[in-house]
């Protein structure tokens, strides 16, 4: 690569060259030679050549001038001195575009007559410029590299550009030798004209020229009134500024300029703010004569307030406009759906949990984070819109959110065709996506609300059916049996058997009422809980004496308690109540066996009391509803289903946990773990 030092010498010596024989010389052979030579010499061409149209016939062309590499043919060789011009070249100079060639064998070409013509000419790399005349495409001036690529760059055609119409001013000063100076008044205003500032400073930093955009830029009246200022004592550049203008061929600078202040009353520190500021880039280059000495520094100025303070209130949009999309989790993204390419905003990158700056950074990789069932919507949408067939798409998907895609964020996408042009090679599709995760959480938690709370509405509307029945069944063995005491007749041992219907009837009567209540004062909050020092074995001996007279005939009530005597501190009222839950349903289900009453200490904090049968036991699918409200395993079993869902609040209350073991045909055992003192 060469370096921007020579470069910017060979293109400061051409203009040089240039500006040197139009002042002194008519010898422009002379100056041809000397300027394509050096175009020659830099780019290490075969050849450079200036191709003109022949005033005669416009379809003609033939050559001005060329310089030619040592061992290389003219591009004239073989030719008539005038020759069929080639429209695919002369189209793209008529609509004042260069011709570049990086590569005839990359390239894409439109017209292969093009390459061909090329080929024969032994060309690899290839730069037409225009020379206009009149804003009339006249002709060109072509590069050809012989033996290699190269690639032209901007820097490249802007200098090419600016050496043609110097060029051009040449080629109609040797046809009319008698308006040289005509076309010298027209290059100082062109100079004059110029949209950027323009001065020329001798070598001593004195202004020997200073176009119109300058003196307006700077606010100088005339060009008297600037030549008081000196580059090498500016306040308006710092010493090492200074020193690399003298040093280096050509330097770049940005400073703020006072309006209304001239040049050389400016202070770099002066706070004054009376006076409008402008931002001023600068670029310093060196003008030599033919000799190769220093004649002057060319410096362009251009003020750029303007962009720049376009470019803040850009940047201070595109801050507001990314914070509100972050807010919003809203991104954006435009992909072109032919070649796969586009851009997106961060949020777009974030929304797909991919990385913007990383290995998964590519803009069409998104469809690799999506399900597997939505990337078939996204694929099936993509098709569709490159046929035209599907303008909008608008539907929730799930994207990745981990690597193994064990879990997903749901985004809502709405896309949409913006620019359909396939012949053109562009099938644009503008696309909006937010994260909208927590929205379907909150759906799907409502709708699991909603299924919960019609699945408690059936309970209840069961429950209450089932109580009708359970308050009726002892209301009426009661009431008859009571009728009956009543008649005469009746012998004693019939009469004690009518009060045992009885009074067992009160006490399941008196339970049902009891458990209505309880789950009411549950619900509401207030029931109380008394917490003092209890005898958990005391209780367990309590609980079984309670039990003993409702189990079946042949079931053993045993007693498995870890100590004589276990102190805990507890609402020993609310613990009997869970263990004669646990111990009714035992005797309920047991026909035979036993029923084992008892607690072990598993922790030393900690006491864990249980109710073991030899009943039915509970099949899985039930075990995990069993405490649940209003949920009867056997409706033909007296009861009101609130036992165990009582018990779990209770035991929830006292700060435990509860559960049931239990095997089909083997029996149960219900179990609750609660602190033995309060924390």
């Given at each position: 690569?060469?370096?921007?030092?020579?470069?910017?010498?060979?293109?400061?010596?051409?203009?040089?060259?240039?500006?040197?024989?139009?002042?002194?010389?008519?010898?422009?052979?002379?100056?041809?030679?000397?300027?394509?030579?050096?175009?020659?010499?830099?780019?290490?061409?075969?050849?450079?050549?200036?191709?003109?149209?022949?005033?005669?016939?416009?379809?003609?062309?033939?050559?001005?001038?060329?310089?030619?590499?040592?061992?290389?043919?003219?591009?004239?060789?073989?030719?008539?001195?005038?020759?069929?011009?080639?429209?695919?070249?002369?189209?793209?100079?008529?609509?004042?575009?260069?011709?570049?060639?990086?590569?005839?064998?990359?390239?894409?070409?439109?017209?292969?007559?093009?390459?061909?013509?090329?080929?024969?000419?032994?060309?690899?790399?290839?730069?037409?410029?225009?020379?206009?005349?009149?804003?009339?495409?006249?002709?060109?001036?072509?590069?050809?590299?012989?033996?290699?690529?190269?690639?032209?760059?901007?820097?490249?055609?802007?200098?090419?550009?600016?050496?043609?119409?110097?060029?051009?001013?040449?080629?109609?000063?040797?046809?009319?030798?008698?308006?040289?100076?005509?076309?010298?008044?027209?290059?100082?205003?062109?100079?004059?004209?110029?949209?950027?500032?323009?001065?020329?400073?001798?070598?001593?930093?004195?202004?020997?020229?200073?176009?119109?955009?300058?003196?307006?830029m700077f606010g100088v009246k005339s060009i008297d009134e600037a030549r008081q200022f000196n580059l090498f004592k500016s306040t308006l550049l710092s010493d090492d500024?200074?020193?690399?203008?003298?040093?280096?061929?050509?330097?770049?600078?940005?400073?703020?300029?006072?309006?209304?202040?001239?040049?050389?009353?400016?202070?770099?520190?002066?706070?004054?703010?009376?006076?409008?500021?402008?931002?001023?880039?600068?670029?310093?280059?060196?003008?030599?004569?033919?000799?190769?000495?220093?004649?002057?520094?060319?410096?362009?100025?251009?003020?750029?307030?303007?962009?720049?303070?376009?470019?803040?209130?850009?940047?201070?949009l595109d801050e507001i406009i990314s914070m509100t999309a972050d807010f919003a989790q809203l991104g954006y993204a435009r992909i072109n759906a032919v070649t796969n390419t586009g851009y997106a905003t961060r949020q777009w990158y974030k929304n797909n949990n991919m990385n913007m700056h990383g290995a998964k950074s590519n803009i069409s990789d998104f469809t690799k984070q999506l399900h597997p069932d939505d990337r078939k919507l996204s694929q099936d949408y993509r098709n569709a819109a490159l046929y035209g067939l599907q303008r909008t798409f608008n539907h929730r998907v799930r994207v990745r959110k981990d690597e193994e895609g064990k879990e997903w964020d749901w985004l809502q996408v709405y896309s949409v065709v913006t620019r359909y042009e396939p012949q053109e090679g562009c099938v644009e599709i503008s696309t909006i996506t937010q994260n909208v995760s927590r929205q379907v959480e909150l759906e799907q938690n409502l709708v699991a609300a909603k299924e919960k709370a019609e699945e408690t509405d059936k309970l209840k509307s069961a429950f209450l059916a089932n109580m009708s029945h359970e308050i009726r069944t002892p209301l009426n063995a009661i009431v008859g049996f009571s009728q009956l005491l009543c008649q005469d007749g009746w012998d004693h041992d019939e009469r004690t058997d009518m009060m045992r219907v009885v009074n067992e009837n009160n006490e399941l009567l008196l339970q049902i009422i009891s458990d209505i209540l309880d789950l009411a004062k549950l619900e509401s909050g207030t029931m109380t809980f008394e917490d003092k020092t209890t005898d958990a074995t005391y209780t367990c001996h309590s609980v079984a004496q309670s039990i003993k007279m409702r189990v079946k005939e042949g079931v053993e009530i045993v007693l498995d308690c870890e100590a004589e005597k276990c102190e805990i501190v507890c609402d020993s009222n609310r613990l009997k109540q869970v263990l004669i839950?646990?111990?009714?349903?035992?005797?309920?289900?047991?026909?035979?066996?036993?029923?084992?009453?008892?607690?072990?200490?598993?922790?030393?904090?900690?006491?864990?009391?249980?109710?073991?049968?030899?009943?039915?036991?509970?099949?899985?699918e039930k075990r995990q509803k069993i405490f649940n409200r209003f949920v009867k395993l056997n409706s033909f079993v007296q009861g009101t289903g609130l036992g165990l869902q009582i018990s779990k609040e209770l035991v929830t209350r006292m700060g435990g946990v509860i559960g049931v073991d239990s095997e089909v045909g083997k029996g149960s055992t219900f179990w609750f773990e609660i602190p033995k003192k309060k924390g």
């Amino acid at each position: 690569m060469k370096n921007n030092t020579i470069r910017n010498s060979i293109y400061q010596r051409t203009i040089s060259n240039a500006l040197e024989r139009i002042q002194h010389t008519d010898d422009i052979e002379e100056a041809f030679s000397d300027v394509l030579h050096d175009v020659l010499n830099y780019f290490n061409a075969g050849r450079v050549s200036i191709m003109a149209s022949d005033h005669r016939n416009n379809d003609l062309q033939f050559c001005v001038f060329e310089v030619v590499a040592e061992g290389i043919t003219s591009s004239m060789t073989g030719r008539e001195e005038c020759f069929p011009k080639h429209r695919w070249w002369y189209d793209k100079l008529e609509r004042d575009e260069c011709v570049v060639v990086d590569d005839i064998e990359t390239m894409t070409w439109d017209d292969p007559t093009a390459r061909q013509l090329l080929e024969s000419l032994n060309v690899r790399s290839h730069l037409g410029v225009p020379i206009k005349s009149n804003k009339v495409a006249m002709g060109f001036l072509a590069i050809d590299i012989i033996d290699r690529p190269y690639h032209w760059t901007d820097e490249d055609l802007l200098w090419i550009k600016d050496l043609s119409n110097l060029l051009m001013l040449w080629r109609r000063l040797q046809l009319k030798r008698e308006n040289i100076a005509l076309e010298r008044n027209k290059l100082h205003k062109v100079l004059t004209d110029m949209p950027i500032g323009l001065c020329l400073y001798d070598t001593t930093g004195y202004i020997s020229f200073a176009n119109d955009k300058a003196l307006k830029m700077f606010g100088v009246k005339s060009i008297d009134e600037a030549r008081q200022f000196n580059l090498f004592k500016s306040t308006l550049l710092s010493d090492d500024e200074k020193r690399r203008i003298r040093e280096e061929e050509m330097v770049d600078a940005s400073f703020t300029y006072k309006y209304g202040q001239l040049p050389f009353m400016q202070q770099m520190a002066d706070d004054d703010k009376r006076h409008k500021v402008i931002s001023i880039m600068a670029r310093y280059s060196k003008i030599y004569d033919n000799d190769g000495m220093l004649k002057s520094y060319l410096v362009a100025y251009i003020d750029k307030t303007h962009e720049l303070n376009n470019a803040m209130r850009i940047r201070e949009l595109d801050e507001i406009i990314s914070m509100t999309a972050d807010f919003a989790q809203l991104g954006y993204a435009r992909i072109n759906a032919v070649t796969n390419t586009g851009y997106a905003t961060r949020q777009w990158y974030k929304n797909n949990n991919m990385n913007m700056h990383g290995a998964k950074s590519n803009i069409s990789d998104f469809t690799k984070q999506l399900h597997p069932d939505d990337r078939k919507l996204s694929q099936d949408y993509r098709n569709a819109a490159l046929y035209g067939l599907q303008r909008t798409f608008n539907h929730r998907v799930r994207v990745r959110k981990d690597e193994e895609g064990k879990e997903w964020d749901w985004l809502q996408v709405y896309s949409v065709v913006t620019r359909y042009e396939p012949q053109e090679g562009c099938v644009e599709i503008s696309t909006i996506t937010q994260n909208v995760s927590r929205q379907v959480e909150l759906e799907q938690n409502l709708v699991a609300a909603k299924e919960k709370a019609e699945e408690t509405d059936k309970l209840k509307s069961a429950f209450l059916a089932n109580m009708s029945h359970e308050i009726r069944t002892p209301l009426n063995a009661i009431v008859g049996f009571s009728q009956l005491l009543c008649q005469d007749g009746w012998d004693h041992d019939e009469r004690t058997d009518m009060m045992r219907v009885v009074n067992e009837n009160n006490e399941l009567l008196l339970q049902i009422i009891s458990d209505i209540l309880d789950l009411a004062k549950l619900e509401s909050g207030t029931m109380t809980f008394e917490d003092k020092t209890t005898d958990a074995t005391y209780t367990c001996h309590s609980v079984a004496q309670s039990i003993k007279m409702r189990v079946k005939e042949g079931v053993e009530i045993v007693l498995d308690c870890e100590a004589e005597k276990c102190e805990i501190v507890c609402d020993s009222n609310r613990l009997k109540q869970v263990l004669i839950n646990f111990g009714t349903n035992a005797a309920k289900f047991t026909s035979h066996g036993s029923i084992t009453i008892g607690y072990s200490c598993p922790t030393a904090d900690r006491i864990r009391f249980f109710v073991a049968d030899t009943g039915v036991g509970i099949e899985p699918e039930k075990r995990q509803k069993i405490f649940n409200r209003f949920v009867k395993l056997n409706s033909f079993v007296q009861g009101t289903g609130l036992g165990l869902q009582i018990s779990k609040e209770l035991v929830t209350r006292m700060g435990g946990v509860i559960g049931v073991d239990s095997e089909v045909g083997k029996g149960s055992t219900f179990w609750f773990e609660i602190p033995k003192k309060k924390g």
